[in-house]
């Protein structure tokens, strides 16, 4: 209908063009005619821009209302007088001092174990290599109370190294006691971090071009001085990133700290904590979580310029060029200790988890001092018990089905937010360009800091249990929006045309070709928001009711309380909560692969 | 000067190159030719010593270089696509191999100064070689492979990657600075156009062996084999048998080739037939075919008859017509080894 209906007026514009008429008269039907287009441009602009904003203003409000308030309270409360006390800076100076120290070592040894892994990725081809790349990525999805309980497993006071030692010296007490000091805190940031060295600079040196290095060996550089001259050159940006990258995260690292940490070691983000929870004393807080936002918005900035430069030099190069076997004794010798170190390192956290939660290993509680040893499944089902005297009032279970409910509620509300912005970014216009950069704002802010804008703002709504999935909705928000909004951007329109002009009418057409995106970046986003929730906790530690414990707060009390059953039971729950998350995780790996499922 | 001598190296298991042996005179400039993946540019690099030979010897002036490492050769390779540092700029690109000699820095300047000028690119020493145009960067390289004064120069496809013009300007340029600086070099391509241009001597490469040796015009004028005459595209390349009279027959029909390789009745031979010895009208070999297509080329016409051969005419003939030709010559090539 409408394509008729605009031919015949067509026509008549083009019939009356063609009639002879004087000149006036044509210059008069020209202006009407240019006014008539501009008014229908302009209303067609004017509908779409109401049709953006509408579009924009469910996440819009949300964002208003629980982060930009919630930090503009956070900047009134620390920028007061109160807060300015000669204690509160002294503790903030004191804080932010070890924040730079450990985060400083962390990046030091992560790059000290992830430079030689990512050379050892990009320039030799292995048996099992992608299987190793894999297991060094593993960690850095993992939630932060799963690899602290790991390393609590393996190297912790019940740990399966000191437990191996006891018994095999017949001592009383455990020999190492290396939970609680910053070594631990170190190894936990290494395990977690070394994966991004391994993703920039292994890919930066995959995709250098291999003649780069062989010109220069034939203008007469040495190895050594092909290396300094050449190869470190070019892959200097990408390393500065790495470390910067590691540097950031181990900067706002909550869990880690609290968990392997103790009492004495506080960083920013566990000093926020404490300060807000236990001690009361909100301006210190506040004040501390300024100082947090300042140095990730600078390592942000010094972040971005050296990305930069990192792409300005690439002339890259297919990654199969640089592969090749380890043929020499040296490098043999290097990829095997290499391989060696990282599948340790890297493997016995992770498994010290499930099997430390089927083995009792050490006396029961009524037993004292008789060890019984074996595989049991009692600590499974003593999360189905409610105990008298037991840190909870009700079965352990329902912390996993509060974590269910509050990541479900999480999906639900990110998606509903989400997919109207993902609409709007299809075809950005100066409102998208303007707006964006707000949408990703609260990835720079930690999660602790989130969590005290939400007791500062919301203070007395926090009794309702519905305060963590809007948290954990806030966390999540970005991600969703960044994985929805590509794959609706990529749908091309010319395929829907296709579809239409080859006899598809509207609804099949979008079926055929907008629908099979769709319900997979949505599938996709609806995943990530789950695991983000499943995992999240410096944000819950600081909004969720006790009453209403989610799975990485259960892990955190039980590891915090002594006795084995209660140790026994984190790792069941950490068991649970790490299979979860890997689930999820490879679930959202298939989704990304083209090619394979129904498309 | 150089030498090399039975030269051995597989790819992933099959064999690449099979006994590659040839030598270089002073200030000699030869060509390897040969199609891709003939493992002419596998050659070059065990040259410059970026690969191991799996057997023989590339020896310079009698000394033996199989393991002296390439930064020790002294060999100057111009890459494919150029390879040049992308963290530097030109002056520093050129730079970089006087640097390696420990140089001094004044004398450095000088000669990189003299380097970008033999190439025409004094004005570009500051520049970023990311921000330069294809056939820049072309001139970057060399100048950079110039620079250090290397004992042999090698070339890997320099101008593979550039448009035709530009490439015919670079081509005549790089003819006179290898002509003036008098060093041997090895020009690797699977262009004969280039070959024919720039080469002393032209190697052809094919099926890991050299098949041929010889000047430009040796190499057109006697092709060794039939892949010879097909690869330098020479002319009608057919297959007969040879009859009881000595004629060939071919599937284009009876020929007569001129050879004195008394040749049994019954064997299979090639013959060429080069376009232009083709003439209208009746002579000693003749053929009897109709016009297929007739394709105009500036100083001539190309006509392919319908029993698939293609020649050079004067004049136009019609699609269609039923023509006599014969031919001034037909060579009866060598068998294929």
Redesign the interface.
């Known amino acids: 209908m409408t394509i008729r209906f605009r031919k015949t007026k067509n026509q008549r514009v083009s019939e009356s063009a063609n009639q002879r008429i004087s000149e006036p008269q044509s210059r008069q039907i020209a202006e009407s005619l240019h006014r008539r287009i501009a008014e229908s441009l302009n209303r067609r602009i004017a509908d779409s821009l109401n049709r953006r904003i509408f579009l924009w203003l469910p996440a819009s409000l949300f964002l208003g209302f629980l982060f930009f308030y919630p930090l503009a309270r956070i900047l009134g409360l620390s920028l007061n007088v109160e807060s300015f006390t000669e204690g509160n800076i002294r503790i903030a100076f004191s804080t932010l001092r070890f924040t730079f120290y450990q985060a400083f070592l962390s990046t030091l040894l992560t790059l000290l174990l992830g430079l030689p892994a990512a050379y050892l990725f990009a320039r030799f081809e292995f048996r099992g290599k992608s299987l190793l790349r894999t297991l060094t990525a593993i960690p850095f999805m993992l939630p932060t109370v799963v690899v602290a309980a790991g390393f609590n497993a393996l190297l912790g006071p019940r740990g399966w190294l000191n437990l191996a030692l006891m018994r095999w010296f017949r001592l009383e007490d455990p020999p190492l006691l290396l939970v609680g000091t910053l070594g631990a805190i170190l190894m936990a940031h290494v395990f977690y971090n070394t994966t991004i060295v391994i993703r920039l600079v292994g890919n930066a040196q995959t995709h250098l071009?291999p003649?780069?290095e062989?010109?220069?060996?034939?203008?007469?550089?040495?190895?050594r001085?092909?290396f300094w001259?050449?190869t470190l050159?070019?892959v200097r940006p990408s390393i500065l990133a790495a470390a910067l990258l590691v540097f950031l995260f181990d900067f706002t690292s909550f869990g880690v700290i609290l968990l392997l940490g103790g009492s004495q070691f506080t960083t920013l983000e566990v000093e926020i904590y404490i300060q807000a929870l236990h001690l009361l004393n909100l301006p210190l807080a506040a004040l501390l979580s300024l100082i947090q936002l300042l140095c990730t918005l600078a390592f942000s900035i010094i972040y971005s310029r050296v990305v930069v430069r990192n792409v300005?030099?690439?002339?890259p190069r297919p990654a199969q060029v640089n592969l090749r076997r380890a043929k020499k004794f040296p490098e043999r010798i290097f990829k095997a200790g290499m391989t060696v170190l990282l599948v340790t390192f890297f493997v016995f956290p992770l498994i010290a988890i499930p099997m430390r939660s089927v083995s009792r290993l050490e006396a029961a509680r009524a037993e004292r001092g008789e060890v019984q040893s074996g595989l049991t499944a009692a600590y499974y089902q003593e999360l189905f018990i409610n105990r008298q005297g037991s840190i909870f009032y009700i079965p352990p279970i329902r912390a996993v089905v509060n974590s269910l409910a509050y990541a479900g509620l999480t999906v639900v509300l990110s998606l509903a937010l989400a997919f109207p912005v993902a609409m709007a970014l299809k075809r950005p216009g100066s409102l998208e360009r303007f707006l964006d950069p707000f949408l990703m704002l609260p990835l720079g802010a930690s999660a602790v800091t989130l969590g005290l804008g939400f007791i500062i703002s919301f203070g007395r709504m926090l009794t309702s249990p519905l305060m963590v999935p809007l948290a954990h909705t806030l966390i999540a928000l970005p991600f969703v929006i960044r994985t929805l909004q590509p794959a609706l951007a990529s749908i091309p329109d010319r395929l829907r045309q296709a579809a239409t002009v080859l006899g598809a009418s509207p609804l099949r057409a979008w079926f055929a070709v907008d629908w099979p995106i769709v319900a997979r970046a949505t599938l996709s986003g609806a995943v990530f928001a789950f695991t983000v929730s499943l995992g999240e906790f410096g944000a819950t530690m600081l909004v969720s009711r006790p009453e209403f414990p989610t799975i990485p707060m259960a892990i955190y009390r039980f590891l915090s309380q002594p006795g084995g059953l209660n140790y026994g039971q984190a790792m069941a729950m950490a068991t649970i909560l790490m299979f979860l998350t890997i689930l999820s995780i490879l679930l959202i790996e298939r989704l990304r692969l083209p090619g394979t499922g129904e498309f | 000067m150089l030498e090399v001598e039975n030269i051995h190296k597989s790819y992933e298991g099959a064999p690449l190159l099979q006994g590659i042996s040839f030598t270089i005179h002073p200030g000699e400039t030869i060509c390897l030719l040969g199609a891709s993946g003939s493992g002419k540019s596998t050659l070059l690099?065990i040259i410059?010593?970026?690969e191991e030979p799996e057997m023989g010897e590339i020896r310079w002036k009698g000394e033996n270089l199989v393991g002296t490492?390439?930064?020790?050769?002294?060999?100057?390779?111009m890459?494919q696509?150029y390879?040049l540092?992308?963290?530097l700029s030109v002056a520093a690109n050129v730079a970089?191999?006087l640097k390696?000699?420990s140089i001094p820095g004044s004398e450095i300047r000088h000669r990189v100064a003299e380097s970008l000028d033999q190439v025409n690119l004094s004005s570009l020493s500051g520049r970023r070689v990311?921000d330069l145009s294809g056939g820049e960067q072309q001139r970057v390289a060399l100048a950079?492979t110039l620079a250090?004064r290397p004992r042999l120069l090698m070339f890997d496809e320099p101008l593979g990657a550039l448009d035709r013009t530009l490439r015919e300007q670079l081509m005549a340029e790089l003819r006179l600075i290898l002509h003036d600086s008098g060093v041997p070099a090895i020009y690797v391509t699977h262009d004969q156009e280039e070959a024919f241009a720039l080469a002393d001597k032209i190697l052809l490469i094919h099926d890991g062996k050299i098949t041929q040796q010889g000047t430009p015009a040796e190499v057109t004028g006697h092709p060794a084999s039939a892949w010879a005459a097909r690869f330098l595209g020479l002319g009608n390349v057919l297959d007969g048998i040879v009859r009881p009279d000595g004629r060939v027959e071919t599937a284009a029909g009876v020929l007569d080739p001129a050879c004195g390789h008394g040749h049994a009745a019954g064997q299979s031979v090639s013959l060429l037939i080069r376009p232009g010895s083709a003439r209208l009208g009746e002579g000693q070999d003749c053929l009897v075919s109709r016009v297929k297509d007739v394709v105009f080329q500036k100083e001539y016409y190309r006509v392919t008859l319908e029993n698939g051969v293609y020649i050079h005419l004067p004049m136009e003939v019609t699609v269609g017509q039923d023509v006599r030709v014969s031919f001034a010559e037909v060579e009866c090539l060598p068998e294929d080894k």
């Open positions: 071009d003649r780069l062989q010109a220069a060996r034939c203008l007469g550089a040495s190895p001085r092909v001259n050449v050159p070019l300005v030099s690439a002339a | 690099r410059a010593g970026l490492p390439a930064h020790q050769r002294n060999f100057g390779l890459f696509d390879a540092f992308p963290h970089f191999g390696m000699q990311t950079r250090p």
